[in-house]
């Protein structure tokens, strides 16, 4: 429960800004009675990086796993799932892994590397869809699965900086995923289902 | 004095890290008289804002226009200009803006606001590089300059979280925005300008 508060106050504030007074005062408890569950400052943010890290896992990763999913809609899937946890805002705020990553990814402190591992986790994630729906020869095997990743993420995260300023609505991302998708894909997937995204769903659904 | 110590205290610790007091020790001045400077901490994250801004500002757009660059070698030293701004820690840490918009950009507080107008800034001077190569010629008209600055505005994003994460030397960014370019360029800019960074550089100065 206290992890909980933490992590959506953490959101909102980002890591630094929380303090164990401030989180005392929302939980109703004392700072001592606070400071005693976790022992340091530390080991709080730990705790609270560890429970967005699960959030993150649990709404963008795991349903692609238990649907089985394979091939390019395995990897339209994990992009769409991050695009809604986004928006529905799981952790509010803006989005917490890049505001923290973009802070205390050059850092060499322990609470950085795993921010950055939950991070790269993402990326590894992204990288073997590629490769897989590339095996499914869904996706041209000319691609450098790792380079694709990278441009994809690059779109994902322009495209919240984007709606953030107010410049795209949010299926604008979504537009420009399956636009790039359109001109990786192979003749295996049929041209028309690129035409739009309501096709694109349509063609996901008879996939079934 | 104290705005630029607590601007590099905030580029690594975030906006909301930094507290008055800490401030204080580092500048050895006592929280009151830290505070009878500014009043507030509002008016204290204002002014870190505004000189962050300014910096940004001086480093990356001021020399563009400064040296009256035109058309696509205007386009393409904005973006080299924001990775030099990141790469030589102008103001230490991951991104500040990008830390500051993604952990703030979604309140409605006046900071937020201030944070959303350089960022926005930002952009508004990239859509206007795109459209002034439209006009030498050296962009295809066909381009939505808006669209495709927020692909460029994504790739330098997902760029330097590429790096931050270890998967990608810096020349790598570079080398996806002259891909990019090449994609929408006009026959004016001889296709051989693209092959390679080198030669990139060759053709930028041979234009003078």
């Known amino acids: ?3 909980d508060r933490a992590v959506r106050l953490a959101a909102v504030k980002g890591l630094d800004g929380i303090s164990i007074g401030d989180l005392a005062k929302e939980l109703n408890m004392s700072k001592s009675g606070l400071f005693s569950h976790f022992g340091s400052r530390e080991n709080l943010e730990t705790a609270i990086v560890e429970r967005a ?5 649990t709404h963008v990763l795991e349903p692609v796993e238990h649907d089985e999913l394979q091939g390019i809609e395995r990897l339209w899937t994990l992009c769409d799932n991050w695009l809604s946890f986004v928006e529905k805002q799981v952790l509010p705020g803006g989005y917490f892994f890049t505001g923290a990553l973009f802070q205390r990814g050059g850092q060499r ?3 950085s590397r795993l921010i950055t591992n939950t991070v790269r986790r993402w990326v590894e994630t992204l990288i073997a869809a590629v490769e897989g729906a590339q095996r499914k020869d869904e996706l041209s095997t000319d691609l450098d699965a790792r380079q694709t990743t990278l441009e994809l993420n690059g779109i994902l995260l322009g495209a919240h900086c984007a709606y953030l ?11 420009t995923i399956l636009r790039r998708l359109a001109g990786v894909a192979t ?6 289902a690129f035409d739009s995204l309501e096709q694109w769903r349509d063609y996901l659904e008879g996939r079934h």
């Open 1 to 3: 429960m206290i992890v």
């Open 109 to 111: 402190a322990p609470i």
């Open 165 to 175: 300023l107010g410049y795209q609505k949010r299926e604008g991302a979504r537009a």
């Open 53 to 57: 890290s699960a959030l993150f896992f």
């Open 187 to 192: 003749k295996k997937i049929p041209a028309s």
